[in-house]
């Protein structure tokens, strides 16, 4: 059964970068139907895409964050990571990481992690 | 920007009862539409996806219909185990997904 889990630190200062990983588990992160997402959730509300990355290394990114986003792929590890720079308390967030259906072009969201909460706060 | 508008966006419900939440694109979207319910602390869980099919192991209380702009998730006799958030999400677009703000269902 496949599994996904985020770690990272709970605590980031205004102005620094918030690094995260995900490893899954129970099945290959390299395999062509799916590309693999963070999704955050701010406290008390709903859920935002953030951004999604394929194992071969190419990225969809929400325009709203694109010019601090950055997502990679450890495919030997089975892992991908996400870092956010620049933060402030507005990305103060429950941040999910799961695995996106792509058949034919990326799509809904099947499995998910259990999500880490990331503060930002000096 | 594909918009999600969901309603109602809260819900109060006995057991037992038929349940039907709403979800709306700003455009059409086919049936590129998922649904997820998420409870208090956890990750959400994928429902339905392509507007209508049900997951593997989702109960069959479960159902989704709908194309085009309008979109809907019934819970045919709700459970206990049923009270809970339910977000719609579409993935018509190519390079970005967006959520509708959710519905939580309560207890009446």
């Known amino acids: 059964q496949l599994q996904l889990q985020e770690s990272g630190p709970g605590l980031v200062k205004p102005s620094e970068t918030l690094s995260l990983t995900c490893t899954v588990s129970?099945?290959?992160?390299?395999?062509?139907?799916?590309?693999w997402a963070w999704i955050r959730q701010s406290p008390g509300k709903g859920l935002e895409w953030i951004g999604s990355v394929y194992y071969a290394g190419s990225t969809y990114d929400n325009p709203s964050l694109k010019s601090r986003l950055t997502m990679s792929v450890d495919a030997s590890r089975n892992q991908f990571s996400l870092k956010l720079n620049s933060v402030t308390a507005a990305d103060t967030s429950v941040y999910f990481c799961a695995r996106q259906e792509s058949s034919g072009w990326p799509g809904y969201f099947d499995s998910w992690g259990q999500g880490i909460l990331v503060t930002v706060s000096s | 920007d594909i918009q999600m508008t969901q309603s109602p966006s809260t819900l109060s419900a006995s057991v037992g009862d038929r349940v039907t939440i709403t979800c709306r694109a700003s455009q059409s979207i086919s049936r590129w539409l998922a649904w997820y319910q998420q409870k208090p602390g956890k990750a959400p869980k994928l429902l339905i996806y392509?507007?209508?099919s049900l997951k593997t192991g989702v109960p069959s209380r479960f159902s989704g219909s709908g194309s085009g702009t309008e979109f809907s998730l019934t819970i045919s006799s709700l459970q206990p185990d049923d009270f809970a958030t339910y977000y719609c999400?579409?993935?018509?677009?190519?390079?970005?997904?967006?959520f509708g703000q959710g519905t939580k269902v309560e207890i009446k």
């Open positions: 392509m507007g209508s």
């Open positions: 999400q579409e993935y018509d677009s190519y390079h970005m997904w967006t």
């Open positions: 129970g099945g290959s992160i390299s395999i062509s139907r799916f590309y």
